[in-house]
């Protein structure tokens, strides 16, 4: 059994990729079921054994797809939250120039001037960007536990079936 899996930050895919996997799981244990009987039926205990063997190496290959694609969805937030951070810092800096240059549109050509009202548009935008960059930033750093969490958890399943 093999899975091609493209990882990115668009949580649906994500969630519809580990869709599959599971598919492909509840797949490989109605096979091992189905072969299982056979060898039960018709078969020895060696042929018993083979299709256990068969049924545990995809059941780990699977495993070992999901803990892939949990590690790189949490590679993706990480860098989404360095991204998220930096854009945050840029826009911080251009809003402080862009005060800064408000406060001297105001002292040179008044509160009311076309130069003050276009500053001060370009402000506004400013200042919505950050806040939407902001909800995007919290929104990764919630994921980002959550993500973690599931991770380890789906580790301790990969030990348990590897276990003898």
């Given at each position: 059994m093999s899975v091609k899996v493209n990882i990115?930050?668009?949580?649906a895919d994500f969630q519809r990729q580990m869709k599959q996997v599971t598919q492909q799981l509840k797949s490989v244990q109605a096979g091992f079921n189905s072969a299982s009987e056979k060898a039960k039926t018709f078969g020895s205990v060696t042929d018993q054994l083979?299709?256990?063997?068969?049924?545990?190496a995809n059941k780990i290959r699977g495993q070992n797809t999901i803990i892939a694609m949990n590690r790189d969805?949490?590679?993706?937030?990480?860098?989404?939250?360095?991204?998220?951070?930096?854009?945050?810092s840029q826009l911080s800096s251009k809003i402080a120039d862009l005060e800064r240059k408000q406060q001297q549109a105001t002292e040179q050509f008044g509160k009311g001037s076309k130069e003050v009202r276009d500053l001060n548009t370009q402000l506004s935008k400013l200042k919505i960007n950050i806040l939407q960059m902001r909800g995007l930033l919290q929104i990764a750093i919630i994921k980002l536990p959550a993500k973690t969490l599931s991770l380890k958890q789906i580790k301790k399943l990969y030990i348990k079936l590897k276990k003898p």
């Open positions: 990115g930050a668009n949580s083979k299709a256990k063997q068969s049924e545990l969805y949490i590679r993706q937030l990480n860098k989404e939250i360095v991204n998220y951070k930096n854009n945050n």
